[in-house]
């Protein structure tokens, strides 16, 4: 049934290339910097890179950035449609929480209080963002540790040339959900800058799943304020200066577990980003010099013991602290030929304390500000372009870790133009993932872990019309991870730390296209077939947890005249393995949810939307005992000036 299904999908997506008009209004062929770190065109490298644009987020304004990014090929956010609030668990191709670096504006954002180092993508507003690259298969050549998986890079705004623009959006809907931006930017002279404050108060649905439907569990609120600043000067054609600043703090309730309802527990995350930028350009030479700090705090309180359990009392702070300097230096060495070299330094530190009291008397653990450590990395990369049509990246990355010591790792990328509309690409790379401050220090650590290392194999195939508005692209990949870093109880002594013991291997395949029907009518679609199991001395396990092995993605896109915007989007999930511990069969029906975007331009500065989400109202479970939003609605308008 399953194969069925894949084929089918298979060939609706692609018979509809020949439904193109060749006028369409979206040029897909776009300028991208994630895939290689150089200025360059979608259809010249060989890697797998997906661009969010603005106008697709516009189009789903009503949503969070997990629930956009959660529609790309290849990618099931776990937690994107739960209560607001909930910590999303990124998984690309699907490998494990922590092996996606996520980036903003190429600073990597990861955070060393957190067990894998994972950043919560709530902290970034819809407002914020000016567009999302995703770039997938192993990149940690160019970009380091924890990009086993793929890199998600999102790009913020950037002022406009008019001296002032003001903008603004405010929202409401379902679940007494506000959700509003305030922006004002533009460009005096050589000055830039960009400013943009975010809020979003909703009262929320109960985090926890009442399966007797008779308990009236508690609605749990959440609350967010972000800011955020963006300077810029230019002394000159050559030399300029930023300085971006980002601040976000938000508070809810939520629920000690699976099926479980508590009056007082309380989450507070609080993330503060800071980055300053040099930038020199000369004919065939740019020089990029950074330096951002990143800080976590994180705390979760626990204050009575309205909910039967083990805990009467439990609290739990976390702090992490990332610094990093990056210099990257991009040379045109001729006229088809860059090098890309790189010197990175990071340091990460946490400072951690729980505590926990039950009626067998208190319970503490704590991490100090020792926690830390330091990762310097140099790297080189070679891009050729256009020769005789064919395209090829070659890199390595030599990184040096405080504890641990040294490892390599490689890229071999090329792709030939069979024609100015068929291009067929490979990729053989390698990555690795740094042990987390959690694994090396905590009661568990193990200060003789080594990274995880992994080689990913990437074949395709990617098909343009005549005017690249409209494309058809496949990809086929697999992945072998050694080293995995897992959490291990010795059965005679019961003594627990992390080791390095199982392989992973996982394999994939995507299916992408966009189709034009007319100057205003668009069907993006995306299917994914995904698989993978453990090994640990030669015996397998099927271990994709919580991960479908199918998911498709279908929206079709069409202006109606007079400024309507009709958008009704259709996405299945197919069934997964439940989580190792939580409750229930061993596998999670398949599910579907259906939405439909209506957007209207009032004038050139006013657009007014009304955004509907699972309107078939189906009751599904990503995670086991946690509520999935049903029948969920936004409205809003949003202003320029």
Not at 121 to 141: D, F, H, P, W, Y
Not at 327 to 339: M, P, S, V, W, Y
Request: with cysteine; proline share 2%.
């Amino acid at each position: 049934m399953k194969r069925k299904f894949l084929v089918m999908a298979a060939i609706v997506i692609s018979s509809q290339l020949h439904a193109q008009d060749s006028s369409i209004v979206k040029q897909l062929d776009e300028v991208i910097v994630t895939a290689n770190r150089v200025e360059q065109k979608q259809s010249s490298t060989g890697k797998m890179v997906t661009v969010i644009n603005q106008e697709t987020l516009q189009r789903n304004a009503g949503k969070t950035l997990s629930e956009i990014i959660n529609y790309q090929a290849g990618i099931f956010i776990n937690g994107a449609n739960n209560n607001t609030g909930t910590n999303p668990d990124v998984y690309l191709r699907g490998a494990g929480t922590g092996n996606t670096l996520i980036l903003i504006d190429g600073i990597p954002v990861g955070d060393p209080s957190n067990i894998n180092n994972t950043y919560d993508l709530n902290m970034i507003s819809l407002g914020q963002v000016e567009r999302v690259e995703i770039l997938k298969g192993a990149q940690s050549t160019l970009w380091g540790s924890d990009a086993v998986a793929g890199v998600i890079n999102i790009i913020t705004k950037k002022a406009e040339k008019n001296v002032i623009n003001p903008t603004a959006m405010l929202s409401y809907g379902t679940y007494q959900t506000f959700r509003g931006n305030l922006g004002l930017n533009g460009t005096i002279n050589k000055f830039s800058y960009h400013l943009v404050y975010d809020f979003i108060n909703t009262g929320g649905f109960p985090v926890a799943h009442d399966s007797t439907g008779k308990m009236n569990f508690k609605n749990d609120d959440f609350k967010q304020n972000s800011f955020q600043a963006k300077l810029g000067y230019q002394f000159n054609d050559h030399f300029s200066v930023k300085a971006f600043s980002t601040q976000s703090k938000y508070h809810g309730s939520t629920d000690p577990g699976a099926f479980q309802n508590d009056k007082d527990d309380y989450f507070t995350n609080n993330n503060a980003l800071q980055n300053f930028e040099l930038l020199y350009v000369k004919k065939g030479m740019q020089l990029h010099l950074s330096q951002s700090f990143l800080q976590n705090s994180r705390s979760y309180l626990n204050d009575s013991a309205s909910v039967s359990g083990f805990d009467i009392y439990s609290k739990g702070d976390y702090h992490g602290k990332t610094a990093v300097t990056e210099l990257i230096g991009n040379f045109a060495l001729a006229q088809n030929i860059k090098l890309v070299s790189g010197f990175q330094r990071m340091s990460q530190q946490t400072d951690q304390h729980y505590l926990s009291i039950s009626i067998y008397g208190p319970y503490e653990t704590a991490l100090g500000d020792s926690a830390k450590i330091t990762n310097v990395a140099m790297y080189h990369s070679i891009l050729i372009t256009g020769k005789s049509g064919f395209d090829v990246e070659a890199g390595f990355r030599y990184n040096h870790h405080s504890i641990y010591g040294n490892n390599l790792t490689y890229t071999f990328n090329p792709s030939y133009h069979i024609s100015d509309f068929v291009k067929l690409f490979f990729n053989i790379s390698s990555a690795y993932k740094i042990p987390s401050l959690y694994q090396l220090y905590s009661e568990y650590g193990n200060k003789n872990l080594t990274p995880e290392k992994s080689v990913n194999y990437e074949i395709g195939l990617q098909v343009y019309t005549n005017n690249k508005k409209s494309n058809f692209r496949v990809a086929a990949f697999k992945r072998d991870i050694n080293d995995l870093i897992v959490f291990y109880t010795d059965p005679n002594t019961y003594a627990s730390n992390y080791i390095n013991r199982d392989k992973q291997h996982d394999y994939g395949i995507e299916l992408e296209s966009t189709i034009g029907f007319s100057k205003k009518s668009n069907w993006i679609n995306n299917l994914t077939y995904v698989d993978g199991e453990g090994e640990n001395a030669g015996i397998k396990t099927k271990n994709l947890y919580r991960r479908p092995n199918f998911i498709l993605n279908s929206t079709f896109t069409t202006q109606l005249g007079n400024g309507f915007t009709v958008a009704p989007s259709f996405r299945f999930i197919g069934d997964r393995l439940k989580g190792t511990y939580d409750a229930g069969s061993n596998k999670m029906p398949a599910y579907y949810t259906i939405d439909l975007y209506v957007g209207y331009a009032i004038s050139n500065k006013c657009r007014a939307f009304v955004d509907l989400k699972n309107i078939t109202n189906q009751e599904y479970f990503d995670i086991v005992g946690y509520n999935s939003k049903r029948f969920n609605m936004m409205t809003g308008v949003s202003l320029s000036f």
